[in-house]
């Protein structure tokens, strides 16, 4: 009988490795487009946050320029240096710096890389082609005098701001829509008292019969909701001290108050009336003297006899309290600058 030699099973493991290549090819594949993924995508929102930290940052800046000039000054410059400042490789690229309104900016940034590429290089993603991408980040942010928030609930009038102002920051406050407050020789009176005369200020500074300047206590703490956009405020008739501000009154030393400012109040009845507010003044409070509670300042003017109001000096302070709402009303020193988108 003849046997048959050389004969090999076609199901052997030798006749497995060809299969085995193409999977392990097709997994890499796989696993190459799985890293491209977390490798160049998470790389690109690590752009895109540095880009954002940027855009708000130069938003911000051009706003706090604006808001302490009559101009923003090189809006552009400014904008890239603070997009630069936030990325890691020190490089961004400033789009546009445009003002959708008189009192915002918005600026728009995008990638660049060190060689100044308008783009960044991917790593796994080009084995696909696609070796470079682009990030953008935008960012707006607004700025002026507050149209709403809660102030001391207390008042006093334009005419009063006007008169009380000393040449230099009225000088100052012309040339550059802002000033700067001097805490030794700018201390003022603002009397409440039916017997204040200011120079030039009509008698009583415009307050109603019963009115000494404070405002409708609100949800029974010592504040006051004004919103410039109605300009409306109602009066609290009486020339003493609201106990509910007792405790409150100490805390208005350490840092500047926002002050309501009224250019008209009328009688609604009774002693009651409403004041027209014009503005918000930032205003240091240094002290008081309101029957019964009083506290002496001995740099600011002489208050004797039935004498009220508060001592202090008037100066400029921008905030980024989220309470506030920047209008386009008139600036009397107390801008505000915040993100808005």
């Not at 000039?69 to 240096?81: E, F, W």
């Not at 001391?152 to 920051?169: H, R």
């Not at 407050?181 to 009397?191: C, I, K, Y």
């Not at 009066?235 to 309501?260: D, H, R, Y």
Request: hydrophobic fraction near 40%.
């Amino acid at each position: 009988m003849r046997r048959l030699k050389g004969l090999r099973r076609i199901d052997g493991p030798d006749n497995e490795r060809g299969a085995s290549a193409i999977m392990v090819a097709l997994l890499m594949v796989a696993l190459l487009g799985f890293a491209a993924i977390c490798v160049d995508v998470g790389m690109m929102y690590a752009e895109r946050a540095q880009l954002q930290n940027g855009a708000d940052s130069a938003s911000l800046a051009v706003a706090n320029d604006c808001a302490s000039a009559r101009t923003c000054g090189d809006a552009l410059t400014t904008a890239g240096t603070y997009a630069n400042a936030n990325a890691n490789d020190g490089a961004a690229r400033t789009n546009s710096v445009t003002f959708p309104t008189t009192n915002s900016v918005q600026v728009d940034v995008s990638s660049r890389d060190g060689a100044g590429n308008n783009f960044i290089r991917l790593a796994f993603a080009n084995i696909f082609g696609i070796g470079t991408a682009d990030v953008g980040a935008t960012a707006t942010a607004a700025w002026g005098p507050p149209t709403a928030g809660t102030a001391l609930p207390w008042t006093f009038g334009k005419c009063v701001f006007d008169q009380s102002l000393t040449a230099a920051q009225k000088a100052e406050l012309e040339a550059t829509g802002n000033f700067t407050g001097n805490p030794d020789s700018a201390r003022v009176l603002l009397r409440s008292d039916q017997n204040a005369n200011y120079p030039g200020c009509t008698a009583a500074l415009g307050f109603p019969t019963g009115g000494f300047g404070w405002l409708d206590i609100e949800g029974g703490q010592c504040q006051a909701t004004i919103d410039v956009g109605t300009g409306k405020a109602g009066s609290s008739p009486g020339n003493n001290f609201p106990g509910v501000c007792a405790a409150v009154m100490p805390t208005l030393l350490t840092k500047p108050i926002l002050v309501p400012i009224f250019s008209t109040s009328s009688t609604t009845g009774g002693q009651h009336a409403t004041y027209q507010i014009y503005g918000f003044a930032a205003f240091q409070v240094t002290g008081w003297k309101f029957n019964p509670n009083n506290h002496a300042d001995s740099l600011a003017p002489s208050c004797t006899g039935n004498c009220r109001g508060l001592f202090g000096y008037f100066t400029r302070f921008v905030s980024l309290q989220e309470g506030l709402v920047p209008g386009t009303g008139p600036n009397l020193g107390g801008s505000i600058v915040r993100l808005i988108k």
